[in-house]
């Protein structure tokens, strides 16, 4: 592996850890180096609070990842001390940061998902990059949507792109990207106990539901309707008669919009009910589904290599290990990579989940 750090390669350092995950908009890395306090390049490079740019590459110089040193600490003993440099890739700053008070109001009207983004990544000069598979959903104009102060600039557009069905995440340069896994591609490989080490299943029950149903924000209703509920009116404040649509009040409203999906893997009642807080009508489903699939991520396979495997965020790979409850080999999709490189090893960590995880194509019966 190498370093660039503001443009320049960096030679001593050790113990180098990149951490990357499909549904984030940066990964994070870590690294000790050396630390010269009469060496003018290293004071500029190691300078607290500069957020240096900062490269990783590969040997043959293909790019690993692209990002910002955010963090340094510093320690002076007897013996001369590493320092701990971490941070992130250059869309990490969407994570700490809220839509700034310049681009107010935090109200959109009539804007693309695609548009709403360019706006807030252009203030920070990161790009954004739409793959063609989704292009049409992030070009659909939405009617309204509404940030709240305190959200994240990365939380803000995720809750817009997963009504989508549009996954927000980031490659390789930086970019921020929006796309749809491809859940169809072939295998990267078979993972078993023989070439893999420390695998283990994790499942949470509790964090997933036999059906998901999705309501829609009440609209303003137009002069002279008597079809649209009007903007004082809340399902779920109401009374039952006029949830259920009985009584002489419902009959002068109607339904919100309402969709709901089915996990056939939960067989028994553990219903969840979601307001779609912005979208049109037909996002009511699109919302359900992604809620649903979302769950999916309690199902996840994780384990060791003492190697570097060509496999990335996305690819699809199958693992089987009797001895966690996995008989057959079965389809999954890299969530999650975490490659590490020292003087002495080089190994990564690999978690997985179900491909319908970002699909929301429901899976068959996993365990028999």
């Given at each position: ?24 908009v ?7 180096a ?25 040997d ?9 040193i ?11 001390e ?18 700034p ?5 935090l109200?959109?009207?009539n ?52 009504q ?35 695998m ?15 309501l ?16 004082d ?39 969840k ?64 990579t ?16 179900l ?7 429901m ?6």
């Amino acid at each position: 592996m190498k370093i660039k750090i503001a443009g320049k390669y960096f030679e001593h350092y050790n113990d180098v850890s990149v951490d990357t995950s499909l549904d984030a908009v940066a990964s994070t890395f870590s690294f000790t180096a050396k630390y010269d306090h009469k060496n003018a390049f290293h004071r500029e490079v190691f300078r607290p609070l500069s957020y240096h740019r900062i490269e990783f590459l590969h040997d043959n110089g293909r790019p690993i990842s692209t990002g910002t040193i955010t963090t340094s600490a510093f320690n002076s003993k007897a013996a001369p001390e590493l320092v701990q440099v971490s941070g992130y890739s250059l869309g990490g700053v969407l994570e700490d940061c809220n839509i700034p008070y310049e681009l107010y109001p935090l109200e959109s009207n009539n804007r693309s998902l695609k548009e709403i983004a360019e706006r807030l990544l252009k203030y920070f000069g990161i790009p954004l990059v739409v793959y063609q598979e989704v292009a049409k959903d992030c070009n659909q104009i939405i009617p309204k949507t509404v940030a709240e102060p305190q959200d994240t600039i990365k939380d803000y557009l995720s809750k817009i792109a997963a009504q989508k069905k549009v996954l927000l995440s980031h490659d390789v340069y930086g970019n921020v990207i929006m796309f749809r896994p491809k859940v169809n591609s072939a295998s990267k490989g078979l993972y078993t106990k023989e070439n893999a080490e420390e695998m283990s299943l994790s499942i949470d029950g509790q964090a997933m539901h036999s059906s998901i149903t999705t309501l829609r924000q009440p609209s303003k209703p137009k002069k002279g309707s008597k079809d649209i509920l009007s903007d004082d009116y809340d399902p779920l404040e109401g009374s039952d008669d006029d949830v259920l649509g009985s009584g002489t009040k419902a009959k002068k409203k109607i339904l919100l919009p309402v969709d709901t999906v089915y996990n056939p893997i939960i067989k028994v009642k553990r219903p969840k009910v979601d307001k779609l807080s912005s979208g049109d009508v037909t996002d009511t489903l699109k919302g359900a589904e992604n809620t649903i699939a979302n769950e999916l991520k309690a199902i996840s396979v994780s384990f060791s290599i003492s190697r570097w495997d060509p496999i990335s965020i996305g690819d699809i790979i199958e693992v089987q290990n009797d001895e966690i409850y996995l008989e057959k080999p079965l389809r999954m999709m890299v969530y999650n990579t975490v490659i590490n490189e020292s003087s002495e090893v080089k190994n990564s960590t690999i978690t997985c989940v179900l491909p319908g995880t970002f699909t929301g194509e429901m899976p068959k019966t996993i365990f028999t």
